[in-house]
């Protein structure tokens, strides 16, 4: 099924249909369906996306998740009762035409717009850069453009490093010069693609399409879109899956507390639980799936959420950015200051960094973050009353953030992947999705993917 003919399924089966005509069309559907049993596997929004449409047109279904939590990836922490945020995505990533808009409309969860435009930034000394500067890093910004356009179109891939560096020595290799050019490869590449330039790939990295307009934020935090797909959903919480049987009539999934047998499952464990062969599968799974998983590459993007008794910093912008000495140590921030009114500051580690900052202490962590803005606003500021902090790499229901595009891998991989095996195995999730990986929107979409390949079949 095409992309196209996927959104007019979802604009009928996700979004125009209220619940008695969703009930209509499934008791037109025969009563046939009702006795087909369908296993979900992850109750993250690819999971529950699917389950709800596959139960609305009359199948059986029962999500397991490894989980004491729905949403996986997607993690609302309410640990400050006043302020919800969130742990893993924040973001809709484009409001204009994103399926998450029309969703989070449903679920009537309040939606605030952010921008990039709206930001401050900041040189290696501290302070705001100067003109000159900054239009110097437009050039920069402008040719690495144009050298990763040049080398989408070479016949053999390379890292983005590479080119990268081929940039930075046309500009004259120097300290200032190396310093912008690794500002803008954390910030713009490795910030937004969760990879490290040293892996990703130039030709493929941003092969994603993207949605128009601005990126919003809940207040309320992302757990409201969760919570309305998982109404009326039979979800098992706190089953690591341990071994899939498809080589019988049925599916057999063996968890940590039982098992389970269905017709068909939906899979969408994260592409770093499927690289690290957790589970089992009899048989394993086929060489065109297994050589897929493998060649993609899970990447990486940590927070670290401090909220302070005042705001000290400017409060009419959305992001802070600093160019620093060290490649991508706390280079992007988020102000909350202007979208929900609170003292908290959201500094991010990605890649290489966030991969290394794991090994850290929530202490040394939140005193690496607070030298960075004490650098940026003056030793006087206050110290933060608590913190938040996140380690995807070392969840083990995750291993990572989200997938990215490593040298050598291109599109049809994902394609590969979202093909259903022998009509009982459906994999689902943002590392399937080849037009929206790496975003929410993408595991949603993926999640109706397998729905409707189950539905059509």
């Known amino acids: ?10 604009l009928v089966i996700g979004f125009g249909l209220d619940a008695k005509s969703r009930a209509t069309a499934s008791a037109r559907e025969g009563n046939e369906r009702m006795s087909q049993q369908v296993i979900v596997i992850g109750a993250g929004l690819a999971g529950l996306a699917a389950a709800r449409e596959l139960q609305n047109h009359g199948f059986q279904v029962v999500v397991l998740e490894g989980r004491n939590r729905i949403g996986g990836r997607l993690w609302t922490s309410n640990k ?3 302020i919800p945020v969130d742990l893993g995505a924040s973001w809709i990533h484009g409001l204009v035409g994103n399926p998450l808009t029309e969703l989070a409309k449903r679920a009537k969860a309040e939606i605030i717009e952010t921008s990039y435009e709206s930001n401050r930034l900041y040189d290696v000394d501290g302070q705001e850069i100067a003109e000159a500067k900054e239009q110097r890093l437009d050039r920069l910004r402008i040719q690495l453009e144009s050298a990763i356009e040049s080398a989408q179109d070479a016949d053999q891939d390379v890292s983005l490093r590479r080119v990268i560096d081929r940039v930075a020595v046309r500009f004259g290799d120097n300290v200032e010069t190396r310093q912008l050019v690794n500002f803008l490869a954390s910030s713009t590449l490795e910030q937004e693609y969760a990879g490290s330039v040293e892996r990703m790939s130039a030709q493929w990295f941003d092969s994603a399409e993207e949605f128009d307009g601005e990126d919003g934020l809940f207040p309320g935090g992302y757990h409201q879109i969760t919570k309305f797909l998982a109404d009326g959903l039979k979800i098992e919480t706190n089953q690591v899956v341990q ?3 498809w080589n019988q009539d049925q599916v057999r999934v063996t968890t940590n507390k039982g098992e389970f047998t269905a017709d068909r499952m939906v899979l969408t464990l994260p592409l770093g639980v499927l690289k690290a062969e957790q589970v089992e599968f009899s048989p394993p799974l086929p060489n065109a799936y297994r050589s897929a998983i493998q060649k993609l590459e899970m990447g990486v993007l940590n927070k670290c959420y401090l909220r302070f008794p005042r705001v000290f910093w400017p ?9 620093t000495v060290k490649h991508g140590e706390w280079v992007e921030w988020v102000s909350f200051a202007r979208t929900i009114k609170a003292p908290v500051l959201l500094g991010f580690n990605a890649a ?6 794991e090994a850290w202490t929530d202490q040394q962590i939140v005193s690496s973050a607070m030298a960075t803005l004490r650098h940026l606003f003056g030793p006087d500021i206050p110290a933060p009353i608590d913190y938040q902090v996140t380690r995807w790499a070392s969840d083990p229901l995750a291993l990572g953030s989200y997938s990215f595009n490593p040298v050598g891998a291109d599109p049809k991989l994902r394609r590969q992947l979202a093909k259903p095996i022998a009509d009982k195995l459906y994999l689902a999730g943002e590392a399937t999705d080849h037009e929206y990986f790496g975003t929410a929107h993408g595991a949603y979409l993926s999640g109706l993917r397998a729905a409707a390949q189950i539905i059509d079949n």
Do not use: A, N, T
């Open 243 to 245: 071994q899939i049987d």
């Open 1 to 10: 099924m095409d992309r196209r003919s996927l959104l007019r399924l979802l």
């Open 352 to 357: 290489d960094r966030g991969r290394e900052i």
């Open 315 to 323: 409060q009419d912008v959305d992001w802070l950015e600093c160019i």
């Open 80 to 82: 400050w009762p006043d």
